[in-house]
C-alpha cells in the first residue's frame, strides 16, 4: 500500500522543485537590432496590464502580464505558470508626489533594503521576465536623485538575480529623462514608457531623444482624461467602446507593431477594470467581467484573427438630441430623450442597462485609487431600450449618464454623456 502512496507524492516534488527553477531571459543586440531572449529563444511582449483574467490573454493570443508591486505576486505569479504566461514583475519604488524624500539617504537605503528581500523573494519564480523598477517617478517630481536610487535597485538586482533584466517606468517619454537615465542608471537594461494618445508618435520620439537602447511599452491605451476635451465644467469626455477599439488598433498598428530594432513589445491597459475618472475609461472589461470591442482588437493585434463573435458597435448617444462633445445643459427635473445606436455583427439581441452617476470628486493623479461615485436611482425608466427618457436629477451640478449594450455572449459596448444641471 504505501510504495502505491510514494510515486504521487515524487512526482509532487518534482513538479514543485521545478516551478521554482527560474528561466533565463536577456536583452540581445544583433544587426544593430534589440529582441529579448527567454530560454534562448525569441520573445517578443504581447502583454496585458493587470493580472485579471489570464486564461483570456492566454486564449486570445497574448503571452505576459504586467504588476505595479509585488502585491499579490505568489498569486499572480502562479496563475501566468498556469496559463503558460511570463510577469513583467513590478516594485513599488516610492514617489516624491507621495511625499517621499530622495535627499533622505536613510530612507532611500531602507526602501533599497526592503526591495532586496522582494528581489529575493520571487528571483527565481520561472514566470519573471523582467522588473519594473517603479512606475512614472518622473510625474510631478523635481529631485532627479530619484534616478540614482532607480540605479542603485537595478545594480542590487544585478547582483542578486543573474537572470532577468531591469527597467524603470516613465510617464511620457521626454528629453530630460531620456537624458538622466542614460547619464545616471547604466544598470537600467529597458526603457519602459506609458503612453496613450501617443502612442503613435513613440518609435519616432524614441530617436528623435536618443533613446537607442531597446524599449517597451509599458501602458497604452485609450485618450487619456488628461488628453480629451473638456466641458466648462471641466469634466473630460470619454470615447465610446467602439471609439476605443479604432485608436487602440490604428495607434499599434501605425508605431510599435512596426518598430523592428528597439521595440521588445507592449503591454496594453487596462486588461480588467478600475475606476478612474469614470468605471469604464481604462478598462477594457465591465466591472461584471463583459468585454469590450477593444479585447477584440487585442485578439485580432495578438492573434491575427478575430474572435468568432464579436461585441456590439455603438455609433452614436445623444442626450437631448446632443453627443458628449457638445456641453449639454439640462434643467432640473425635466425629462430629455436619450437616444443610443448600437449594431451588432452577429446579429445578437441587444439589451441595454443605463446608469446615471454625479461627476467624480475624488480625482487622483497617476493612476492612483480613485473612489466610485454612488449610481442615482429612479430617473430613468426600468426595462429602458435604444430610445428612452431621463428625468433630470433637481440637484444643481455635473452629472454623467452612462448606457451598456449587452449581446448576450458576455460582451458589451459602452458610452456616457458628462451633463450639466443648471438651477433656474
Not at 186 to 209: F, H, K, M
Not at 265 to 290: A, C, H, M, N
Not at 319 to 345: E, F, H, I, R
Not at 375 to 399: F, M, N, R, S, V
Request: aromatic share 10%; net charge neutral.
Amino acid at each position: 500500500m504505501k510504495s502505491h502512496l510514494l510515486f504521487p507524492l515524487l512526482a509532487l516534488t518534482a513538479t514543485v522543485h521545478a516551478q521554482t527553477k527560474p528561466v533565463k531571459v536577456e536583452v540581445k543586440q544583433a544587426n544593430g537590432r534589440y529582441e529579448l531572449l527567454r530560454g534562448g529563444q525569441p520573445y517578443f511582449i504581447k502583454g496585458a496590464g493587470g493580472g485579471q483574467y489570464p486564461e483570456r490573454v492566454k486564449a486570445y493570443g497574448g503571452n505576459s502580464l504586467r504588476t505595479w508591486s509585488t502585491h499579490n505576486a505568489d498569486q499572480v505569479l502562479a496563475e501566468a505558470q498556469k496559463n503558460g504566461l511570463t510577469v513583467m514583475l513590478g516594485l513599488d519604488v516610492a514617489r516624491e508626489r507621495h511625499g517621499f524624500d530622495y535627499n533622505n539617504p536613510q530612507a532611500v537605503a531602507e526602501q533599497l533594503q526592503k526591495l532586496r528581500a522582494e528581489v529575493l523573494k520571487y528571483k527565481d519564480h520561472p514566470a519573471v521576465l523582467f522588473w519594473g523598477i517603479g512606475n512614472e517617478l518622473n510625474l510631478e517630481y523635481t529631485n532627479p536623485k530619484v534616478w540614482d536610487a532607480v540605479q542603485q535597485i537595478a545594480q542590487m538586482i544585478h547582483e542578486v538575480d543573474p537572470n532577468h533584466p531591469t527597467s524603470t517606468v516613465l510617464a511620457g517619454l521626454n528629453q530630460k529623462e531620456v537624458d538622466y537615465i542614460k547619464a545616471q542608471c547604466p544598470a537600467v537594461d529597458i526603457l519602459s514608457i506609458n503612453t496613450y494618445a501617443g502612442l503613435a508618435e513613440i518609435p519616432q520620439q524614441v530617436r528623435t531623444t536618443g533613446w537607442t537602447g531597446p524599449y517597451v511599452v509599458a501602458e497604452w491605451g485609450p485618450t487619456g482624461h488628461w488628453e480629451s476635451p473638456v466641458t466648462p465644467w471641466k469634466a473630460s469626455v470619454e470615447e465610446t467602446s467602439s471609439q476605443k477599439a479604432a485608436v487602440y488598433q490604428s495607434r499599434y498598428e501605425a508605431s510599435v507593431a512596426k518598430d523592428k530594432t528597439q521595440c521588445l513589445g507592449t503591454y496594453v491597459f487596462l486588461w480588467g477594470q478600475k475606476q478612474e475618472r469614470t468605471p469604464t475609461w481604462y478598462g477594457i472589461f465591465t466591472e461584471d467581467g463583459k468585454e469590450s470591442e477593444v479585447v477584440d482588437v487585442m485578439q485580432y493585434l495578438w492573434s491575427g484573427k478575430w474572435p468568432q463573435n464579436r461585441a456590439p458597435h455603438l455609433t452614436s448617444f445623444k442626450l437631448d438630441g446632443k453627443q458628449a462633445t457638445d456641453n449639454v445643459q439640462l434643467q432640473p427635473g425635466q425629462s430629455y430623450p436619450a437616444v443610443v445606436a448600437v449594431t451588432d455583427p452577429d446579429k445578437d439581441a441587444l439589451t441595454y442597462r443605463y446608469e446615471l452617476l454625479p461627476e467624480s470628486t475624488d480625482l487622483k493623479s497617476g493612476g492612483d485609487r480613485e473612489s466610485r461615485p454612488a449610481a442615482i436611482p429612479g430617473l430613468i425608466p426600468a426595462g429602458a431600450k435604444a430610445q428612452t427618457t431621463l428625468k433630470a436629477p433637481t440637484k444643481e451640478g455635473a452629472y454623467r449618464l452612462f448606457v451598456y449594450a449587452y449581446d448576450g455572449k458576455d460582451n458589451v459596448a459602452t458610452a456616457n454623456i458628462p451633463f450639466y444641471v443648471k438651477g433656474k
